[in-house]
C-alpha cells in the first residue's frame, strides 16, 4: 500500500515533504538557540569534572569513564561523545548543547522514518508522509524535551533513544520489505539487534528496552503481518526471551526492597505514586504546559494507600488503557502502539527500581507513540467524517506546531539564564529542598550572601531534617565573612534529628574546600568534630559511602593542616568503611610523603590487586604504570637511605 511508482506528482510531494521536514529541523534549531549558552548544573559537574586534567591517553581515558554518576554499565558511549566537545575540565557549556541540539534533530529525523514505515500498512504512502510530518514536528518542538535536550547530562539518554529507534526502524523496515525473511535477512536483523541494542544499553540502562519496543511493534503494527516459521523463533529467541528475563528482573522484589533504605519512599509507594505521575507526564505534554516543569520534582507528593481515590484511580485507569490496547491490538493497531510504545518506555525506569520518582526526560521517546498515535487517529477520525475536511488537516497540525515552538522558545530563554530559571524554580517547588538550596547557591555566586542565607533560613524552617542547609549556610557565612547562623558544634550534638540527603555531600565538599582559606578558620576543628557524629546518621550502605567520602575530605583537610597521624587515622576509617583501590593508592601516597616505604610499597600492591580483580566491563592494564611506581618506592627509599648514612 506504501510503494507507488515515480510520478511528476509523487516527486512533487516528496520535495514537498523534504522541504517542509527541513524547515520543521531548522525551526527547531532556532527555537532553542536561547537555551545554548546556559550552563552546567547538578550531575553535569559529577559527570564532566573527571575531565580535569585532560584525557590525552588510555589511563586518563579510563579513569574519565569510570568516574562520575554513570549507572551500572557506566554508560561509556555516551560518556566518549562528551569528548567531541572538550577533553579537558573547566569547559564552556555552549558546545556540549550545540550537540545535544544536534542529536536531538537527528533523532527527529529517524523518528520521521520510522513513522512513515510504521503507517505503511493503514494508509496511502502521501497521507503517511503528511501524518508522520506533523506528528515528527510536534515530538521536535515540544517544551516538554527541553530539559532533556538543554541538560548536559542526558546526552545519555538521547544517545540511547537514538540507538533504541534506529534498531526499530530496520526491524520495521526488513518486516515491510521481506515478509518471508529468510536466513540472510534474520542475520542481519540479529547483527542489528545485538550491536545497536548494546550501543543503546551502553549509552543508558533503558536501552535494553529495545527487545520490548520490537515486541510492541510486532503485536500492534505488524499483527497482521504472517510470520514465517524461521522468524516466529528468531522472534522467540531474540525478542520474547530476553524480554521475559527483563521483566522478570524487575519484577522480583526482593531484588528491590532493601534498595529503598536511602529513599524517602518505599517500594510500595512508589508503585503507588507511579501511575499518578504516567498520566501527569501524559497530561502535560498534551496540554503543552511548562509550568512546575524542570529538575526539580523531588517536592511531588508521595501515595501511601491504595484506597487513595487519585492512586487508585490513575491505576486501573492505566490497567483499562493497557488491557484494552492488548485486546483490540489488531482491530486498532495504531491505538494499541501509541499505548504499549508509551508504557513499554517506562517499563524500566517507573516501576519498582529504587530510582527518583519523576523525571522529564524519561518520556523522551515513550512519548512518540502517543503523539503518532495521536495525530494518525486524528487524521483517519477526520477523513471518516469529511474528505473534504481532511485536505486542511496539516493546518491543524501546523497550529499545534506553532503553539509549541513558542512556548518551547519562551521556556528555552528561561533556560539560557540561570538568574531567570531557579528563581521561577524555587517559586513554582516551594517545597523542594533542591530548588530552594540552588537558588541560594546562585544568589550566593552572583555576591548576593544576605538574600542567599534568608532562603536557607526558609528552607530549614520548612526542611528541619536536612543537614545540608545548614552547612550551606555557614559555607556561605565563611566566604563572606557574615555572622554565622548555624553553629557546627550544635549541629554535632544534635546529629541524631538529620537525615541523609542527596545535599548532604556537596555541601561538605564544598565547606571543606573553601574552610582553610575562609575567615572561619577558628571553626576547622569544629568541622572535623562534626564527620565522627555522622556515624549516628540511619545505617545503611549510602550511609557508608557518605561517611567515607567525609572522611577522605577530613584526611585530606588534615593534611593541608600538617597534621599526618590526624590525616592517617582518617584515611585507615576508609579503608574500613569502603575498602577500595582509590583507598589503598590515598593510603599509599600518604606513607610516601611521611617516607614509609615498605607500607607504602605493601599499599600500593594491595591496590593493584583490588583493580586486577575489578568486574567492571571496561579494563585497562596498568601493570606497567604499577611496576614504575614500585621501581621509584624502592629508588626513593634508596635515596633516603643514602641520606641517612650520610648524615649520620
Known sequence: MGHLTSTPNNTRHDLSISILLTALLTLTWLIYQPAIPGFFMLDDFDNLAALKGGVHDIPTLKDFLETGKAGKLGRP???????????????????????????????????????????????????????????????????????????IVQRMAQLSSLFIIIAASIHLYMRLKYPALYTRHLIWLSISLVIIGSLAAFSKENGVL?????????????????????????????????????????AYIPRWIGSYASRDFTLGERLLTEPVILLD???????????????????????????DVRALGSLLLILIVISSAVCFRKK???????????????????????????????????????VLAFTALFYLGIKRFSKDLSRVSPIFGALIISIASLTTWGYANEWGNPLRLFPIWSVEHPESPRAQRTYAHILASEGLPNAA??????????????????????????????????????????????????????????????????????????????????????????????IAAAYVLDGNLYMKEGKGNDALRSYKIIEKLAPSKDSMLRLAGFYLIVKDFDMAKNALLEAKRREDSSTRWFKYSRSAEYQEKLHLIEKLKKEHAQRVINNG
Open 332 to 370: 486498532y493497531p495504531i491505538y494499541a502502539f501509541g499505548v504499549l510504545w508509551f508504557f513499554a518506555g517506562h517499563i524500566l525506569e517507573s516501576t519498582t527500581v529504587s530510582l527518583e520518582l519523576y523525571f522529564e526526560h524519561r518520556n523522551y521517546l515513550p512519548l512518540f507513540g502517543p
Open 77 to 151: 558511549i555516551a560518556k566518549l561523545t562528551f569528548l567531541i566537545n572538550d577533553n579537558a575540565w573547566p569547559s564552556n557549556p555552549e558546545s556540549f548543547k550545540q550537540t545535544n541540539l544536534l542529536i536531538h534533530l537527528l533523532i527527529g529525523v529517524i523518528l520521521f522514518c520510522f513513522a512513515r514505515l510504521a503507517l505503511q500498512p493503514f494508509m496511502l504512502r502521501k497521507q503517511g508522509d503528511w501524518v508522520a510530518l506533523i506528528a515528527t514536528g510536534i515530538w521536535l518542538v515540544h517544551p516538554f524535551h527541553v530539559s532533556t535536550v538543554s541538560y
Open 210 to 250: 529495545l527487545p520490548i519496543y520490537i515486541l510492541v511493534i510486532e503485536f500492534t503494527i505488524l499483527s497482521s503481518n504472517l510470520p514465517s516459521r524461521n522468524f516466529i523463533w528468531w522472534r522467540r529467541v531474540f525478542i520474547i526471551l530476553p524480554s521475559i528475563v527483563l521483566l522478570s528482573y524487575i
Open 453 to 546: 542565607l534568608d532562603v536557607l533560613d526558609s528552607a530549614y524552617d520548612q526542611f528541619p531534617y536536612d543537614l545540608s542547609i545548614p552547612l550551606m549556610s555557614i559555607n556561605i557565612s565563611c566566604s563572606f565573612g557574615s555572622p554565622l547562623r548555624y553553629d557546627l558544634k550544635s549541629l554535632a550534638l544534635q546529629i541524631e534529628r538529620y537525615r541523609i540527603t542527596d545535599g548532604l555531600r556537596p555541601a561538605l565538599e564544598s565547606l571543606f574546600e573553601n574552610i582553610n582559606d575562609s575567615k572561619c578558620q577558628d571553626k576547622i576543628n569544629d568541622l572535623h568534630n562534626l564527620i565522627p557524629a555522622l556515624f549516628k546518621l540511619d545505617k545503611n550502605n549510602s550511609t557508608k559511602k557518605l
Open 281 to 307: 507526564y501524559l497530561t502535560r505534554f498534551f496540554t503543552v504546559r511548562v509550568h512546575k516543569l524542570g529538575l526539580f520534582q523531588d517536592d511531588y507528593p508521595i501515595y501511601h494507600n491504595l484506597l
